[in-house]
């Protein structure tokens, strides 16, 4: 009998020098190297590494980044921000995981208690909303 797990091995890569614009939804373990200029979805965990510039949200089981996001990361089960990323968007999570030196611009929700996340993420996007609908002067 055969095995499938989605985190042994990688089932989608975007290398070093690969350049995509547009939404991506993936079925599994994604690692990306390259530029992606749109939002990324996936059931699996999402590697951002080093050298890899995400410019839109990365929905996921858990994400691991190294590289630079500019957008929103929601991982249900654990985010975790390597020394050399830099994160310019909100996260969330059950569980965040921060090296030293990781850049981390934006609102932050990490709770491991079910109604506590719940909560607060509906609370902040309440606020949002409100926020999104209010005239500044």
């Known amino acids: 009998m055969a095995v499938f797990n989605d985190d042994i091995?990688?089932?989608?890569?975007?290398?070093?020098?690969?350049?995509?614009?547009g939404n991506i939804k993936i079925n599994g373990f994604t690692r990306i190297d390259g530029d992606l200029d749109g939002n990324i979805e996936t059931s699996g965990k999402v590697i951002v590494g080093e050298k890899a510039r995400i410019r839109g949200n990365i929905t996921a089981r858990a994400v691991t980044v190294g590289g630079i996001v500019r957008g929103d990361i929601v991982g249900s089960d654990c985010v975790h921000l390597l020394s050399t990323s830099a994160v310019i968007g909100n996260v969330q999570t059950h569980r965040l995981i921060a090296d030293d030196n990781v850049i981390l611009h934006g609102h932050c929700i990490s709770l491991s208690d079910e109604t506590s996340y719940k909560n607060s993420v509906s609370e902040w996007q309440n606020t949002e909303d409100i926020t999104s609908k209010s005239i500044r002067v």
């Not at 091995?9 to 614009?21: A, E, P, R, T, Y």
């Open 9 to 21: 091995s990688i089932n989608s890569l975007i290398g070093v020098g690969s350049s995509i614009k």
